[in-house]
């Protein structure tokens, strides 16, 4: 698959918003597989009664692998620079099951049921930044949240949902603390909330600071999506920059420039 390459207006998007769609960075071949393997494991284990515990999600994480290509590491280098780790993702969900803060490949599916209600967009009460109790005000833990339909998502179904520009509003705001990040999402005043509306094989890029739910899947069919996260090179902290833009700047510096 060719290596994609991000326009400057998704990168302005990024930058401006926190969050980003792309296409086209996975096969439809193996958008069409992965999909076709989850659904089937999901309405096997809604049949058996299996219970949703590390060891099924972590055996999960080995189907969806292949959703982990090459262009999608591409267009994440385009938003933060290289220094991540490719292929491996850090995940909170499966931390909150019990396991080690470990690295696992590919993704975490997470599969949403049809529930009765209108078809219409019905907006989260609750909002909440990934990881929360690791994440810090400079990028150590987390440089992206990644989010993959691999079904088309309508608003009303299971959409994941944005507060657009919450990122430097976080930023902004846990900067001008004494004591940064006390493990709970700033209740400040977002943007309204969005939607993300997509296709299959579309991925959401988002900001580590971003202020996203889940939502209701009033649609007819199950919503199935992908997370994983883009996580830093341990070996590489980060420091942002000061003074004026210049070339070599990516869009996650400028996301977190400070004045000299
Ligand atoms: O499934 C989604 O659309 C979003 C889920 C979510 O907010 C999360 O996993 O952090």
């Not at 990024?14 to 597989?33: E, K, Q």
């Not at 780790?85 to 049921?113: C, H, K, Q």
Request: aromatic share 8%; glycine share 8%; proline share 9%.
């Amino acid at each position: 698959m060719s290596v994609a390459s991000l326009g400057k207006n998704q990168s302005e998007l990024f930058v401006r918003d926190g969050f980003v769609v792309v296409s086209g960075l996975i096969p439809p071949s193996t958008v069409a597989a992965t999909r076709a393997a989850l659904l089937e494991e999901h309405s096997a284990a809604a049949q058996a009664g299996a219970a949703n515990d590390a060891a099924r999600v972590i055996r999960l994480t080995q189907l969806t692998a292949p959703c982990r290509t090459d262009a999608m590491e591409d267009a994440a280098a385009q938003l933060v620079g290289p220094r991540f780790l490719r292929g491996v993702t850090y995940s909170p969900y499966l931390e909150s099951l019990g396991t080690e803060a470990t690295l696992y490949p590919g993704f975490i599916p997470v599969l949403r049921d049809p529930q009765p209600g209108p078809r219409a967009f019905a907006p989260p009460t609750s909002y909440h930044i990934d990881g929360m109790h690791r994440v810090s005000v400079l990028p150590t833990s987390l440089y992206l949240i990644v989010f993959v339909y691999l079904t088309d998502v309508a608003d009303y179904g299971g959409a994941t949902v944005v507060r657009p520009g919450s990122h430097r509003q976080v930023y902004d705001y846990w900067r001008a603390q004494a004591t940064p990040n006390t493990g709970v999402t700033p209740d400040l005043e977002y943007a309204a909330p969005l939607p993300v509306t997509g296709k299959a094989g579309d991925t959401i890029f988002m900001h580590y600071l971003m202020v996203h739910s889940g939502s209701a899947n009033r649609a007819d069919s199950v919503r199935v999506g992908l997370n994983t996260s883009v996580v830093p090179d341990p070996a590489h902290s980060y420091t942002p920059r000061t003074g004026a833009p210049t070339a070599d700047w990516t869009p996650l510096d400028r996301t977190l420039a400070v004045a000299e």
